[in-house]
Structures are given as C-alpha cells and as structure tokens.
C-alpha cells in the first residue's frame, strides 16, 4: 500500500511569487492534515480535512495561505504571495475514519528567497 | 535535513545499549500519545501510541510509558541499533490535532 505522498520535494522560490503543494493521502482516509515546521520551531498543525470539508483550521497562519481538497481525495496548498517567513517543511498526513493514528509523508521543503 | 537550525537535546548512546527518550506534554485533557521518528530527509515514522488508559505499551523493541500524573511520557528502545540513530518527536492529540514536542535526537556510537 502507497503511504503519503507530497510534491514537489523541494520548491524555491521568490518573495512574492505562487507556489503550490500537493498532498495525496493513503487510499481510503478521510481524514487529511497539513502541519509545517519553520526555521528553529517545532512542527505545528495548520489544518484538517474530513473528506472535502475543512473541519478544523485553526492553524493556518493568515490568509496568503489556502488549502483546498476538492473531490475529498487529494489536497493543494497555496502560498500566495509567499513571504521569507513561510520557509520551512511543510507536511501532509493522514488518518482512516475515527483512528487518531496519523501517517506523514517525506513533507515539501520550501525555500522562499 | 529538517532539524536545521532546531536546537535539539541529544541522547548519545552505545549500540546494543537501552534508550530511554522522555518528553513532557501540556495538556492534561490529552487522551491519546504517539511516538514519531524522523531521519533525515524524510517525514515522521509512526512508531508506537498509547492512549490515555493505559500506562504501558510494548512493541517490537520500543516501549511507551506514560504517567498521567506529571504529564511526561518516555519511550524506550531496547538493544539500540545504528539503524535507531534519528529525531524522536512525541505527540500528544488535542481535538483531531496533534500538538508536538521539539524532539531529541538519538545517536548510536557503534
């Protein structure tokens, strides 16, 4: 069974441009999260998907930040404009049904210059 | 790798040697633990959980304690390996999220 996966692996980009991740969860889990660790911080939770719905964003630091899963199968989130401060790793998990046992993948590391 | 620039205590130990990694949680509402590894370059490896009625979990060379009472949590890995050698992060559940230690690297001196 494939586990998460993310892409790209690594984006660099400027200050003020676009970028777009991607996350597929595992098959068959409804539930989808978006954590992110910055520069010399702890890994922090951003949002949570229940199928198509956002059921809890709470973390997401401002609004250049959007995450969408439209059809409830895989995720996008985008920086728009990006800022110096958004560099770091960002993952992606995700869960079956009601279990609390999330499963990560290998996250996107961003580089905003 | 990813702890760049994370400042992360280290435990330094022998191979063949027992690990023992602690971590303390803040939320006393938290009902459900989980213990990741993280090697570089790559996201963080489920390796065991516990819920919160419970105090002990065995796996396959890892154990997870857990005391309710002061909030701390440790994770043991007995005859540690090289392959062992990574950033261990606790997690403890608040709602459906999960609230995350700063990690501890782990070092294994063949």
């Known amino acids: 069974e494939a586990g998460v996966t993310q892409f790209p692996s690594h984006s660099v980009i400027e200050k003020g441009q676009t970028v777009t991740l991607r996350c597929d969860p595992i098959?068959?889990?409804?539930?989808l999260y978006w954590y992110r660790r910055v520069m010399g911080k702890e890994i922090k939770f951003l949002l949570h998907?229940?199928?198509?719905?956002?059921?809890?964003e709470s973390g997401m630091p401002n609004n250049r930040f959007l995450a969408e899963r439209t059809g409830g199968t895989y995720s996008t989130l985008k920086v728009q404009p990006a800022e110096l401060e958004d560099s770091g790793v960002y993952f992606c998990a995700s869960s079956q049904g009601l279990q609390l046992r999330q499963y990560f993948g290998p996250g996107t590391r961003l580089t905003v210059t | 790798g990813e702890s760049v620039g994370l400042h992360l205590p280290t435990l330094s130990v022998q191979e063949g040697d027992n690990s023992i990694i602690n971590c303390a949680y803040s939320?006393?509402?938290?009902?459900?633990f989980i213990w990741y590894k993280q090697e570089s370059g790559k996201g963080p490896q489920f390796i065991i959980d516990?819920?919160?009625?419970?105090d002990k979990r065995q796996g396959q060379r890892v154990t997870v304690l857990l005391n309710k009472t002061v909030k701390h949590l440790s994770l043991q890995i007995a005859a540690t390996q090289p392959g062992d050698s990574a950033v261990y992060f606790c997690a403890e559940n608040a709602g459906n999220m999960l609230t995350f230690g700063g990690g501890t690297r782990l070092m294994v001196k063949p």
């Open positions: 998907f229940v199928k198509e719905s956002k059921q809890d």
């Open positions: 516990i819920r919160s009625n419970m």
């Open positions: 939320n006393s509402a938290s009902d459900y």
């Open positions: 098959s068959g889990h409804d539930n």
